[in-house]
């Protein structure tokens, strides 16, 4: 059915006169699981500044999603979760395949999305191998986590290069909030899902499973995505004194389809074979309470990811990672936060007619020194100043200043303002790529590529107008330069990466909630976007200003929540996209709505329908893009 104009004016007023036809009696509009207006307000986020804070006073773009959040939306992976965050882009390209990114570049003509650092549990799964995240290794239970920091903007200063654009911090629960047996049974159209986790004490353990069928094109042809995966995991957490210890570790396997045209396109058409993708991982955390509130944190971690993938490549990556954070006692004046980190990478990669990565095995050192200061200028106007020195393999030594200014304005206003400087540091993808894998190489890698540099001006406005009503809004403008380039070399008649490259993109993106009544909520969110891009002096890369072709120009969403009567819930959701103007992919409007009944104290049955108005195209060249479907599923989750 074609949404028309009329259709979604009819829709909205179905979604308005829902809460006075419910009747819902006073038992449910206590049962009301969302916090209040308040409470979201004065919700601890860390990732602002390295340190627990008021998200109200936090001077920066972020958004959090809360688990309560994930819940009600009926996601069922990490990517779809992530949907709810409305200064994120999120694009679906098949079944488990997607491009993410915050403030536009959600992938080039040559790279994938490379400029949104995301962290697990303190870890970094943005891979030095190709600059992004693999989304489909990145099985996280969704019933263990906690909340989701989305912060739109540079965090070079506290996080490092590549959090150009933004960073996603992904938190799961402490084990001692997850002290019970809990079995989530999901199946759908589209596949089924079987997590089950047990907790006691201080330690829990997890393990989940999926398998999704494949999607088709428009054309009604299958595509060749269909995927099965599983994912292991434990968590402990304890306590001595002034001291915290957490270990957390995870485990995945998975079999996934390769749809065409491959993960590493050639011009040549391949046959394409199953791609096999595992990978472990543990991290440890320190964390010792100072006296008058300052804090000393060590965390290291260490990573080993496979990942094979016939017929152009097989990657093995390890990483061993240690943190160091000092966060001293507030004084009179400001508070500091300083810290360093060191990363050492194993790199090897098995090559192949078709692409070769050179040389094939490589090891990297990555360490930085960082320092951030919150000076009090009066009592309701903060200067916060920071800068990191960090340096990579590749370029040297990077420099990432930071300054923010934040201005309570009034008990429930605040402004802020932010001036940075960050970079994306080249990869394996831009320096190392021959293709094909043996001489003459029509591609010859990129010795010469610089980091991709971003200044990035903002300034926002956080408030509380009315008790029930609360409201974000940021303007950005970002410039750019040393973006990276695919340049042909006349004399020698090959290819070859380089940074020849500049732009400038500005947007806005605001978002608020509105408590109607104590059993309805309204969440919205829009986000618009201009970006220009133009190339430098000696290059011939013509189509890489169309960059800007793969980000939407608007985005808008709706959800609206409701606690009804007899211990059941209701979400509706809404979201358009606007097109994308690289591979002409059609602009879009998804509807989405989900039903639950808390069918006993320890048992929760739901049915959810995504896309319920139907299949659309998000992402990718027409002949190979998915469509993404319709699905209708039922979910139980049992908890004791």
């Not at 084990?175 to 079995?183: C, F």
């Not at 200043?401 to 304005?409: D, N, T």
């Not at 309204?522 to 169309?546: E, I, T, V, Y």
């Amino acid at each position: 059915m074609k949404m028309t104009p009329l259709r979604w004016i009819a829709l909205a007023a179905l979604l308005l006169a829902l809460p006075a036809a419910a009747q819902l009696s006073v038992v449910a509009a206590k049962a009301m699981a969302d916090m209040s207006i308040e409470e979201l307000a004065n919700i601890e986020v860390t990732s602002v500044s390295k340190k627990p804070e008021r998200l109200a006073a936090a001077a920066a773009s972020v958004f959090v999603i809360t688990a309560d959040d994930i819940r009600r939306s009926g996601a069922a992976t990490l990517p779809e979760a992530l949907r709810l965050a409305p200064n994120l882009q999120v694009a679906q390209s098949s079944g488990y395949g997607y491009a993410i990114s915050a403030r536009g570049f959600n992938s080039s003509r040559n790279t994938v999305p490379n400029k949104l650092l995301v962290l697990i549990d303190g870890r970094s799964v943005y891979s030095p191998f190709f600059s992004g995240v693999t989304w489909d290794a990145q099985q996280v239970m969704l019933e263990d986590i906690e909340r989701i920091e989305v912060i739109s903007g540079p965090g070079g200063t506290l996080w490092g290069v590549n959090a150009v654009n933004g960073v996603i911090n992904i938190s799961t629960r402490a084990a001692g909030a997850t002290r019970s047996s809990l079995v989530a049974l999901r199946a759908g159209q589209r596949g089924n899902h079987v997590a089950v986790r047990q907790g006691a004490g201080d330690w829990r353990v997890q393990a989940s499973y999926l398998n999704e069928r494949h999607t088709a094109l428009a054309s009604g042809a299958p595509v060749n995505d269909a995927r099965h995966q599983w994912q292991a995991g434990m968590r402990r957490d304890w306590g001595a004194g002034a001291d915290l210890f957490s270990v957390v570790g995870n485990a995945y396997r998975g079999a996934l389809d390769q749809p065409e045209p491959g993960a590493i396109t050639t011009g040549t058409k391949l046959d394409l074979g199953t791609v096999q993708s595992s990978g472990a991982s543990l991290t440890a955390q320190w964390t010792h309470a100072l006296a008058g509130g300052g804090s000393l944190m060590l965390q290291g971690y260490i990573d080993h990811s496979e990942r094979d993938v016939p017929p152009t490549y097989a990657e093995r990556i390890q990483v061993a990672d240690l943190q160091f954070q000092h966060s001293l006692p507030a004084g009179s004046v400001g508070q500091l936060v300083w810290g360093a980190n060191v990363r050492h990478t194993w790199d090897a990669v098995t090559n192949s007619p078709t692409v070769a990565f050179l040389p094939a095995k490589v090891e990297q050192d990555w360490y930085s020194l960082f320092a951030q200061d919150e000076l009090a200028l009066r009592e309701n106007l903060r200067l916060v100043l920071g800068a990191r020195v960090e340096h990579n393999d590749y370029t040297g030594v990077e420099f990432l200043p930071s300054m923010r200014l934040a201005w309570q304005v009034a008990p429930q206003h605040a402004l802020w303002s932010g001036i940075s400087r960050t970079v994306r540091a080249p990869s394996r993808l831009d320096a190392d790529t021959f293709v094909p894998g043996k001489p003459p190489y029509l591609l010859r890698g990129g010795p010469q590529v610089r980091s991709e540099v971003a200044k990035v001006f903002e300034l926002g406005y956080r408030g509380q107008p009315l008790a029930q009503l609360s409201y974000s809004a940021t303007v950005f403008h970002n410039r750019y330069d040393y973006l990276r380039t695919q340049e042909y070399n006349v004399a020698g008649g090959f290819l070859t990466f380089d940074s020849k490259m500049e732009g400038k993109s500005s947007g806005i993106e605001m978002w608020g909630s509105y408590q109607a009544t104590p059993w309805w909520r309204l969440n919205a969110g829009w986000m618009a976007l201009h970006q220009r891009f133009a190339l430098k002096a000696g290059s011939n890369d013509a189509p890489a200003p169309r960059t800007s072709g793969r980000d939407p120009s608007h985005t808008a969403q709706l959800r609206s929540t409701f606690t009804l009567p007899g211990d059941k819930e209701l979400e509706v959701a809404v979201r358009k996209v606007a097109r994308l103007a690289s591979d002409k992919v059609p602009g879009y409007r998804a509807l989405d709505a989900r039903l639950a009944w808390r069918m006993r104290r320890d048992m929760e049955l739901s049915v959810s329908g995504n896309n319920l108005n139907g299949a659309h195209a998000e992402y990718g060249p027409l002949a190979t893009r998915s469509e993404v479907p319709r699905e209708i599923a039922v979910k139980l989750v049992w908890m004791n």
